[in-house]
Nanobody
Framework: QVQLVESGGGLVQAGGSLRLSCAAS????????MGWFRQAPGKEREFVAA????????QYADSVKGRFTISRDNAKNTVDLQTTSLKPEDTAVYYC???????????????WGQGTQVTVSS
């Protein structure tokens, strides 16, 4: 079974940056698209970003476009989310996800990580 483990969350001031990382193991990853979701207290989980493992498709939610960057390192089986210009409304638990395509991973991922907390103070 594919396992996804996130790291890199923490507490930062508004305007700051964090690099989140997701390590994948326990399966074949060459044809898996990877993505990030987030869930704030009292709100539904929302899509943040996605990338195909071949790098042909990258998607961002409008709320993070221009501030967040998704990237991958296939040699290490990792996907990162570089966050910049963080706002208090970015505060959430961030989850790594995987699926067969970037379209699917952005809507109904097959695999989920445990989440990492990002808190942005004002």
């Amino acid at each position: 079974q594919v396992q996804l483990v996130e790291s890199g969350g923490g507490l930062v001031q508004a305007g700051g940056s964090l690099r989140l990382s997701c390590a994948a193991s326990g399966g074949t990853f060459s044809n898996l698209a990877m993505g990030w979701f987030r869930q704030a207290p009292g709100k539904e989980r929302e899509f943040v970003a996605a990338i195909s493992w071949k790098g042909r498709t990258i998607q961002y939610a409008d709320s993070v476009k221009g501030r967040f960057t998704i990237s991958r390192d296939n040699a290490k089986n990792t996907v990162d989310l570089q966050t910049t210009s963080l706002k208090p409304e970015d505060t959430a638990v961030y989850y790594c996800a995987a699926a067969a395509s970037s379209v699917v991973v952005a809507t109904t991922p097959t695999y989920w990580g445990q989440g990492t907390q990002v808190t942005v103070s004002s």
